[in-house]
């Protein structure tokens, strides 16, 4: 008696949305990332100025291109290992962007990345910053 009036109850919570039942799948990891490194300039977390370079993180072996994007725009196609792509922030307006690349592999396949993001400083910004 006392096991019907459990499974009652919870029958009643799971009815109610108080109990919820999820399934649990494997997640397979992205096979490429970007990650962007400041290589001179100012930089203070996520704020950004002078010279900056995207990298392709994954196998690289099995890359035949990358077109790098800002804020959907592209920035650049490499095609060449280590597919990096420097460029400087004042070529492009200060303000928060985010990036993502398109990789394209040998075997036909394509894969988009994860975004990050940053915000580009003006000169007199990151100036400003350092004071």
Known sequence: ????????????LALLGLISVQTVSAQTEAPYRISLRR????????????????????D???????????DGT????????PFS???????YPAGP????AKVA???GKS???????AVFLTADEAKSGTK
């Open 1 to 12: 008696m006392k096991k019907n009036r459990m499974l009652v109850f919870i029958s009643v």
């Open 39 to 58: 290589d001179f300039g100012y930089g203070n977390g996520v704020n950004l100025q002078g010279r900056l370079s995207l990298h392709l993180k994954g």
């Open 60 to 70: 690289s072996a099995q890359v035949s291109t990358v077109e790098y994007l800002m």
């Open 74 to 81: 592209s920035m650049a196609t490499v095609d060449a290992d």
């Open 85 to 91: 792509f420097a460029f400087n922030t004042d070529s």
């Open 97 to 100: 962007h985010q990036f993502t």
């Open 105 to 107: 592999t040998k075997d």
């Open 111 to 117: 894969y988009e990345t994860a975004p990050i993001s």
